[in-house]
């Protein structure tokens, strides 16, 4: 069955970096474009960064852009999200997601990444 | 960027029909999807393509479409159905995330 699990969440202060992986099986990683969703506390989803199947391409939200990488690695069926210079307002669960192709989406479970001296 | 508006609440008696909205521009030129997410756990695929239902999901689910808003629709709510709701879609190497909703069935 598809399984999308992220890893790498903790507790960093202000100004830290944190890299996280989501280990994707059960599909072919390798055909599709991967998001990087996240929630913070008691609000609502935002969309934080796309990778295109082959990482030709990659495309951030306003609010992380300079700050956050998107990478992926096919032959480990991985995706990566480099977090740098993190801000308060950065805590949230992380979720990988495959969406927007076809009738099927996939989601992890998600990692929780707080920001805190 | 683009942005798309979603009511914060919406309440419903169980049996009712509960209908939620999402309006934003970009939704004149490209579907939408809509996903639950129940707390504590990952949001679930219940509409794309504006109207259509994945596999699993049940009927009571339906989409609509017209000009800048897309509408969710659960006809008959259950209790299972009390969720948050959010409306997404992208265009131009946009992706945006509706505001959410939350449905309370009572």
């Known amino acids: 069955q598809v399984q999308l699990v992220e890893s790498g969440g903790g507790v960093v202060q202000p100004g830290g970096s944190l890299r996280l992986s989501c280990a994707a099986s059960?599909?072919?990683?390798?055909?599709?474009?991967m998001h990087w969703v996240r929630q913070a506390p008691g609000k609502g989803l935002e969309w934080v960064a796309f990778i295109r199947y082959d990482g030709s391409n990659k495309y951030y939200a306003d609010s992380v852009k300079g700050r956050f990488t998107i990478s992926r690695d096919n032959s480990k069926n991985t995706l990566y999200l480099q977090m740098n210079s993190l801000r308060a307002e950065d805590t949230a669960v992380y979720y990988c997601?495959?969406?927007?192709?076809?009738?099927?989406?996939?989601w992890g479970q998600g990692t929780l990444v707080t920001v805190s001296s | 960027s683009y942005e798309l508006t979603q009511p914060s609440s919406v309440s419903v008696s169980p049996g009712q029909t509960a209908r939620i909205t999402c309006s934003g521009d970009?939704?004149?030129?490209?579907?939408a999807r809509w996903f639950q997410q129940k707390p504590g756990q990952a949001p679930v695929l219940v509409i794309y393509?504006?109207?259509e239902r994945p596999s699993g999901i049940p009927e009571r689910f339906s989409g609509s479409s017209s000009g800048t808003t897309v509408t969710l629709t659960i006809s008959g709510a259950q209790v299972e159905d009390e969720a948050d709701y959010y409306c997404y879609s992208a265009a131009d190497n946009n992706y945006v995330f509706g505001t959410g909703t939350k449905v309370t069935v009572l």
């Open positions: 997601a495959k969406v927007g192709d076809g009738d099927t989406d996939y």
């Open positions: 393509k504006d109207s």
């Open positions: 970009v939704l004149a030129k490209k579907y």
């Open positions: 059960g599909f072919t990683f390798s055909s599709y474009g």
